[in-house]
């Protein structure tokens, strides 16, 4: 055992293992000032009165009871119409979005696009799609080109056109350079370069991406109808307004067993993908 | 050619299994194109998407895009964009609503998934019933869109930014949870057993044991989370749910087109302020991470 005495040495040689420097101890001590500080205002802010509190709770229990057991109503085929279109847009919409963003991602890679101030504003042109959400696009389509999962699909390909493009663009800037320079020593123009020096190099990972996004926007698709974009979204919306609360369980439990599904098979995919 | 015993018959063996294999190579290109094809063109009709609608769809949007866009002139610019953000005041407390519901919602979150992600690793977990149970439950809570968990909230609670602040926490406990546990599978075993060893029960073990390794990882990720979170908590007015969405779904349904863009423009500036400050602070916890635990 250590006596007292080669403890004060001990404590006195290192000092800093015992007790933390005046300053960090400042520094942490304003840290965690500002940091209750926020949340004191965030509940205030947030937080509901106590009755109002207890009385959600009750509701919310109420809810999950009227939600067993789970059925379709009679509206199975309406339900199913709607998973359909959940499914055809997350299809279409990173279909139109990988298209989409080939051009746009060979466009705003440094090795390819020299012209720099171009290169610069490609990148925060997909900065700013993708900065924006899909909802926030899905009301805005729905004004412009009315109700329907068409405005979910270009509310879905608008913003993940923005983020394939800049992954694109990476994945291009990263490719092995030995390779685009045999091409180009063979006397090959900027179109053979980038389609046979480049894309060979960059297609799998494309196409590791799109997959994922597939399976993103399956999870996005559910939801866009909340705000007429089509899709099992508007159906949910619905009987959630109506009272419908066993529907609502049986549509929830629907979405589960079809994100799992498509995450299941899109990684089957991938994983072969990556393998070949 | 008769040096090799049975040569012509190996030769024609490996032409026969080559061909096989670019049959076989080419039948899955077919049936893979075709299957595409087919869900292709199903898609398109489900989906309604017509050329003729996408022609005249075009022109739509980007005459909705051109409207929305403020009347700035090189004259009096500053007076323009002033009365461009008439009501920067009201937005601006909006926008502070949802920043507060992304911190709050994400650290109730993380809180919910710091208490049941020691449960959810399979290196920890105290028997596997509760593995089971912490494993689906998160399983559950990111799996089902936080949206949905505001429109039940917003029936259950009322409108306003409570219903949203749960709806965020529900999902980030279930997106945390399962980060977490990922990290606490990777734990150092040694900490634990030596603990283990000394007579320390579970809790202590946890706490002694895999908390300090693994904290600053969560750090980490709970910042991450509060950069999505404040994106999420933007849209989830649109349900009722508190924060901006409202107003901009409000100015949207009633075509005030300059304020589309000024509360679009103000959500991407506050997104991408607080995405560098978190940024920031990462790194900050990445350089102290290693440094306090060699000290």
Redesign the interface.
Known sequence: MIGAAELAAIRAAHPRVFRRSAAERARLALAWTLFLAVLALGLWRVLPGWEAFVAGLGKLGFLVRFMIPPTSGGHLVEILHGLAETLAMAFMGTFLAAVAAVPLGFAGARNVMPVRLLHFGLRRLFDGLRGVDSLIWAIIFVAAVGMGPFAGILALAVPDAGTLAKLFAEAIENVEKRQVEGIEAAGATAVERARFGILPQVLPVMLSHVLYFFESNTRSATILGVVGAGGIGLQLAERIRLDDWQEVAFIILLILVTVAAIDWISGRLRRRIIAA | MTAVAGGVEAVARFEDRYRALQRRKALTTGLGALLFAI??V????????EPA?LAT?VP??L??VYRTLPDISLRQPLTDIGEWYWAIDLWLLLM??TV??G??GT?AGAGVALLFCFHAAANLAPNRMSFWVARRGFE?AR???E??FA???V????P???AG?LAIAVHSAGALGKLFAEVNENADPRPIEALAAAGAGWAETMRFAVLPQVLPNFLSYGLLRFEINV??A??LG??GA?GI?EE??LV??R?IYPD?SAI?LL??LT??LIDLGCEWLRHGLIEAGPARAT?
């Not at chain 2, 199903?42 to 998407?49: R, T």
């Not at chain 2, 029936?155 to 009322?158: I, K, Q, S, V």
């Open positions: 869900v292709f199903a898609s398109a009709l489900v989906g309604e998407v609608r769809g739509n949007i005459d909705y502070l609503d507060l519901m911190f709050v650290l559950f799996t089902v869109p949206l949905v429109l039940i909230f029936f259950a609670f009322g306003g930014p409570f602040v994106r999420a933007s849209v649109i349900v508190g969405g901009l779904y949207v349904r075509f589309i679009v959500i991407l997104v991408s000290r």
